[in-house]
C-alpha cells in the first residue's frame, strides 16, 4: 500500500521571501510522486512530477521539488514567494495497488502570502 | 494536455433523488477515474472506470451508490444515487495523459449540495 503524509497543513510566508512544502511518502515499489496547486474555486493543476529520471524536478511558475528516496521525502520548493501563490497544495504518489495505476492524495498544504 | 469537459459544474439536489455527472474527454484514454472531494478535505478515489469492462471501486464506495459508465474511450458518467446531505462534495473526474512526465489531467469537478 501506498501513502502520502503533508507535514503542515498550513504554512504562511511573506511575499518574496522561500516557501517550502514539505512531503513524505510510503511505497512498496519506484512510485511517481506529483505536485498539483488547487486555488479557490478552481481545478487541480500539474505543477510537477518526479518519475525515476532526475531527482531535482523543475516545474511550473518557478517552483522546484527534490526527490530523496533515503529520507522519503518529495518537498516542494520555491526561492520567491508571490501573492498568486496562495492556493492549496497536494502531494500526490502513483503506484499499482492490486493491478490498477491509482493516485494517492495528501491531505493538503493551505499556502497563505502576507503582503 | 488533455481536455476535459465536466458537466454540471455545480447542482442543488433534494436528498433522494439522483444526479448523473459527465465526463468527456478530447482524446481517447484507456482509463478514467473518479475522485470525490469533501468540504475542507483532499481527494479520495472513488472508482477506476475501464472502457468495455465494470468499474472498479475502492474501498468505501459501492456500485449501487456511485454507478459507472464507461461506452467508449472518450466519455463517462457518474451517478451519485439517493443522495443525502453527506454526499455533498466536489465530484472530480481524472485521466492519465498518454505523454510521458504530464501526469493526470482533473476536470473542473462539480460541486453538489444535497438539501
Known amino acids: 500500500a501506498q501513502s502520502v503524509t503533508q507535514l503542515d497543513s498550513h504554512v504562511s510566508v511573506s511575499e518574496g521571501t522561500p516557501v517550502l512544502l514539505r512531503c513524505n511518502y510510503s511505497s512498496s515499489y519506484s512510485p511517481s510522486l506529483f505536485w498539483y496547486v488547487q486555488h479557490p474555486n478552481k481545478g487541480l493543476q500539474l505543477l510537477l512530477k518526479y518519475t525515476s529520471a532526475a531527482t531535482l524536478v523543475k516545474g511550473i511558475n518557478g517552483f522546484e521539488a527534490e526527490f530523496k528516496k533515503s529520507e522519503t521525502s518529495f518537498h516542494l520548493t520555491k526561492p520567491s514567494a508571490h501573492m498568486s501563490d496562495a492556493a492549496e497544495y497536494f502531494c500526490v504518489v502513483s503506484g499499482r495497488d492490486f493491478g490498477n495505476e491509482k493516485l494517492t492524495f495528501g491531505t493538503g498544504t493551505r499556502l497563505t502570502i502576507i503582503p | 494536455s488533455a481536455v476535459i469537459s465536466q458537466k454540471p459544474s455545480r447542482d442543488i439536489c433534494q436528498r433522494g433523488t439522483s444526479l448523473t455527472i459527465q465526463c468527456q474527454v478530447d482524446s481517447q484514454v484507456t482509463m478514467m477515474f473518479w475522485y470525490r472531494q469533501q468540504p475542507g478535505q483532499s481527494l479520495t478515489l472513488i472508482a477506476t472506470a475501464n472502457q468495455g469492462s465494470e468499474a472498479t471501486y475502492e474501498s468505501g464506495f459501492v456500485i449501487d451508490k456511485f454507478p459507472i459508465s464507461r461506452p467508449n474511450l472518450t466519455f463517462s458518467t457518474l451517478t451519485v444515487s439517493n443522495m443525502s446531505p453527506e454526499d455533498s462534495s466536489i465530484y472530480l473526474c481524472?485521466?492519465?495523459?498518454?505523454?510521458?512526465?504530464?501526469?493526470?489531467?482533473f476536470g473542473s469537478g462539480t460541486r453538489l449540495t444535497v438539501v
Open positions: 481524472s485521466v492519465e495523459e498518454a505523454r510521458a512526465n504530464y501526469g493526470y489531467t
